[in-house]
């Protein structure tokens, strides 16, 4: 199972970006599937996440800025990212509760994660 994050990079405060990320391999099914971002000297935290049936959570910093989604059919998850402040700056990283095969067991997978910069 691999996980792959695109849509990271530079721009101003105030400014939105798009975040993916794509679930390959042997999925089974796919739980939750979420983004976590940790900034320079900071623990990771969870922006937000969103569960097979479309239920989602988000950190108290993002919500109302920021939008998880995701498209079952192509196992892959999104973050809208609006109004994004300086503070928004740090890499963003995917995860995904996976089981592999029916008779295999849930394993948390993470992507490689993106850099999201937001200059003020």
């Known amino acids: 199972v691999q996980l792959q994050a695109s849509g990271g990079g530079l721009v101003q405060a105030g400014g939105s970006l798009s975040l993916s990320c794509a679930a390959s391999?042997?999925?089974?099914?796919?739980?939750?599937m979420d983004w976590y971002r940790q900034a320079p000297g900071k623990q990771r935290e969870l922006v937000a996440a969103?569960?097979?049936?479309?239920?989602?959570n988000y950190g108290d910093s993002v919500k109302g800025r920021f939008t998880i989604s995701r498209d079952n059919a192509k196992n892959t998850v999104y973050l809208q990212m609006n109004s994004l402040k300086p503070d928004d700056t740090a890499v963003y990283y995917c995860?995904?509760?996976?089981?592999?095969?029916?008779?295999?067991?849930?394993?948390?997978?993470w992507g490689q994660g993106t850099l999201v910069t937001v200059s003020s």
């Open positions: 969103i569960t097979s049936g479309g239920t989602t």
């Open positions: 995860r995904a509760e996976v089981t592999a095969t029916p008779s295999s067991r849930q394993h948390d997978y």
């Open positions: 391999g042997n999925l089974f099914s796919i739980n939750v």
